[in-house]
């Protein structure tokens, strides 16, 4: 029997059993949620420590005992920060917003300038990428590194066109990739000569506390810039939604004071305070020191070192000796990026699919979804459990495997 056949025949056993495990979202388990389970319990005081009643309106920027709090754990400033809901991705949706219907700080609105565009580092993180396409807004495709984006692309497209408007970045731990941008990268990004005066970095520290291995760091782009000249070119974004609980987390938004004022102006007409309950909550879970939360996120390390371990371990195994796949270790975050023969990854996300795995979309990694070599796919080791991930590994590395003998098989013809 040749090879294509004895993975057909393999794969239509598989089939048969179709188990329904789901390995395509970034998902905190159920076991890393257990760890925040008193985060539930009862407040003693609904006041805060200026004696604001938290059950009542007020407090746009967010409660100060939170806002200290979470300057301790990522070195910005307090008075840098506007706390909001769970979600950090409503922050990145509403300065998108302003930017492209009042500006920002003097800025003029995307939507009266002939066409704006940003910068995507791919692969790159689907939402960034829908919030983009939402407004319209062309979106760029820039290659990433080991280092971060290829900063000579970044730079060149930046100095040469008006109309590129900003970067997004997830500096630590990158979604898919999992990589570190470097201090040089930071300060690149930083100092830069734009086109545009008004130049913007998306700058979404989604995972800057998941240390999943070694613990590592990222220079400080908001004091790099200001010494560049560039005070309000950075819009950062912070979540605890994956700290303790997605539902109810802290999402914050950070930027220069000059910004932030001008941001207050739009959100004092949406709102009349973000929900302080949640905020006073956090304070309380953690006592008020980041030492806690560090503390924390090193008993969700240990949970979810095992998953990414036992992914990469299945890989290896799997492709040894082969040049089907390429991938590398992620050094953190939540995700791992693996490369498939060109033309390849629909193929594979349909078998695993018919299969009973759901994967993330082929091309999610890529602005609107088209990635032009149909080859990324971004895998979450997160969510299932350890059992479920020994089911899943083996199907999935089957039909990559399917999938390049049948393209091979299909080129030899």
């Known amino acids: ?5 004895d993975l057909q025949r393999r794969y239509a056993e598989l089939k048969e059993r179709g188990p329904d495990l789901d390995l395509s979202r970034g998902k905190p388990p159920t076991d890393v949620l257990d760890l925040s389970n008193d985060f539930l319990g009862e407040l003693d005081t609904y006041l805060s420590e200026d004696g604001t009643d938290i059950r009542n309106y007020g407090v746009a920027t967010g409660l100060s005992e939170c806002r200290r709090m979470l300057s301790d754990l990522l070195g910005v400033p307090a008075d840098y920060m506007i706390l909001g809901n769970n979600s950090s991705l409503s922050h990145m949706y509403n300065v998108f917003f302003m930017l492209q219907t009042f500006g920002i700080n003097g800025s003029t609105p995307w939507s009266k300038e002939d066409g704006a565009k ?144 001008d941001m207050l102006t739009h959100i ?40 990414f371990e036992l992914v990469i371990d299945s890989l290896d195994k799997a492709f040894e000796g082969t040049d089907i796949v390429t991938y590398k270790k992620p050094k953190g975050g939540y995700f791992l990026s693996l490369n498939v023969p060109d033309g390849c990854a629909k193929r594979v996300v349909r078998l695993a699919k018919e299969a009973g795995v759901k994967l993330t979309p082929a091309g999610a990694t890529w602005p609107c979804g088209k990635d032009p070599k149909d080859r990324n796919i971004r895998i979450a080791p997160t969510c299932p459990t350890l059992a479920e991930l020994e089911t899943i590994m083996p199907i999935f590395c089957l039909c990559v495997k399917l999938a390049a003998a049948e393209k091979r098989a299909g080129s030899s013809r």
């Open 268 to 307: 004092g007409r949406q709102t009349i305070g973000y929900d302080k309950i949640t905020q006073l909550r956090t304070v309380k879970f953690f006592d008020g020191k980041a030492e806690n939360i560090k503390k924390h996120m090193k008993d969700i390390a240990k949970l979810l070192r095992p998953r």
């Open 118 to 261: 940003i910068l995507c580092p791919v692969p790159g993180y689907d939402r960034h990428f829908a919030v983009t396409e939402d407004f319209g807004v062309e979106m760029i495709p820039v290659p990433m590194t080991d280092d971060g984006p290829d900063m000579d692309a970044v730079e060149r497209l930046a100095a040469e066109d008006a109309r590129v408007k900003a970067i997004w970045c997830i500096p630590l731990y990158s979604n898919p990739e999992g990589v570190v941008y470097s201090d040089e990268t930071v300060s690149r990004l930083a100092s830069m000569k734009t086109a545009d005066p008004h130049f913007r970095i998306f700058w979404d520290n989604a995972y800057g506390v998941h240390h999943i291995f070694d613990e590592h760091r990222v220079a400080d782009v908001f004091a790099l810039s200001e010494s560049a000249g560039n005070p309000d070119r950075v819009f950062y974004y912070f979540s605890t939604s994956k700290i303790n609980f997605p539902g109810g987390g802290v999402g914050l938004v950070a930027s220069s004071p000059a910004n932030t004022r």
């Open 1 to 5: 029997m040749d090879e294509l056949s």
